[in-house]
C-alpha cells in the first residue's frame, strides 16, 4: 500500500537494530522508540501501532540489559560476589545497608564536610577492588556508565550501583 513495507517484514531487524543500540549505548526506552519510528520512516515500512513498538523497544532493551548483567555476573570471582552480597546485609544498629547508603549519597552542598564524605565513600567503593574486572573490554564504556539506572529484574526499586564498577 503506497509503496510501503508491513512491519512483519523487517521486525527482526529492526530487533537486531534497537539491541545493538541498547547495548552500545544504553540509551533509555524514549530515545530508542523515538529514533526506531526514524529507523523504520526511513525504511518506507507501515508504523506499528505505537503499543507494539513500545512493547518491542522494552522488551529487547531488557533483554539486553540481562545480557549485561549476565556478562558483568561471569566476571566475578567467589570473593567478589561474597563481598557483593555482603553490601546487602544490614548490620545491627544500622538502618539501612551499604549498598543503600552508597545509592542514596550525601545532599551536595559543597561544605568541606560534605566533600570529605563523598570521598571517604568513594574510598570505601574503590575498596572493593572490583575496578579490575575486565569489563571496559567486554561491554561498551558508555554501557558501563549509564548501567547505573536499570533496573534489577524483579525487584522493584533496586540499581546497580555504577560505582563498583
Given at each position: 500500500?503506497?509503496?510501503?513495507?508491513?512491519?512483519?517484514?523487517?521486525?527482526?531487524?529492526?530487533?537486531?537494530?534497537?539491541?545493538?543500540?541498547?547495548?552500545?549505548?544504553?540509551?533509555?526506552?524514549?530515545?530508542?522508540?523515538?529514533?526506531?519510528?526514524?529507523?523504520?520512516?526511513?525504511?518506507?515500512?507501515?508504523?506499528?501501532?505505537?503499543?507494539?513498538?513500545?512493547?518491542?523497544?522494552?522488551?529487547?532493551?531488557?533483554?539486553?540489559?540481562?545480557?549485561?548483567?549476565?556478562?558483568?555476573?561471569?566476571?566475578?570471582?567467589?570473593?567478589?560476589?561474597?563481598?557483593?552480597?555482603?553490601?546487602?546485609?544490614?548490620?545491627?544498629g544500622s538502618?539501612?545497608?551499604?549498598?543503600?547508603?552508597?545509592?542514596?549519597?550525601?545532599?551536595?552542598?559543597?561544605?568541606?564536610?560534605?566533600?570529605?564524605?563523598?570521598?571517604?565513600?568513594?574510598?570505601?567503593?574503590?575498596?572493593?577492588?572490583?575496578s579490575e574486572?575486565?569489563?571496559?573490554?567486554?561491554?561498551?564504556?558508555?554501557?558501563?556508565?549509564v548501567s547505573?539506572?536499570?533496573?534489577?529484574?524483579?525487584?522493584?526499586?533496586?540499581?546497580?550501583?555504577?560505582?563498583?564498577?
Open positions: 500500500m503506497y509503496g510501503l513495507q508491513e512491519f512483519g517484514t523487517v521486525e527482526t531487524e529492526l530487533r537486531a537494530w534497537v539491541a545493538a543500540r541498547s547495548w552500545t549505548t544504553g540509551d533509555g526506552p524514549k530515545a530508542i522508540f523515538t529514533d526506531a519510528v526514524g529507523w523504520l520512516r526511513d525504511r518506507d515500512v507501515l508504523l506499528p501501532g505505537v503499543t507494539t513498538l513500545a512493547r518491542l523497544v522494552t522488551h529487547v532493551r531488557d533483554e539486553t540489559t540481562r545480557r549485561l548483567w549476565g556478562v558483568l555476573e561471569g566476571l566475578l570471582t567467589v570473593g567478589q560476589r561474597y563481598v557483593l552480597d555482603q553490601l546487602l546485609e544490614v548490620l545491627p538502618r539501612v545497608s551499604d549498598l543503600e547508603r552508597w545509592r542514596k549519597g550525601s545532599v551536595p552542598r559543597g561544605s568541606g564536610p560534605t566533600i570529605i564524605k563523598a570521598l571517604d565513600q568513594v574510598a570505601e567503593v574503590m575498596g572493593l577492588g572490583m574486572l575486565g569489563a571496559d573490554h567486554l561491554v561498551p564504556p558508555r554501557r558501563l556508565a547505573s539506572g536499570d533496573k534489577w529484574p524483579g525487584i522493584s526499586g533496586a540499581t546497580w550501583p555504577d560505582m563498583i564498577l
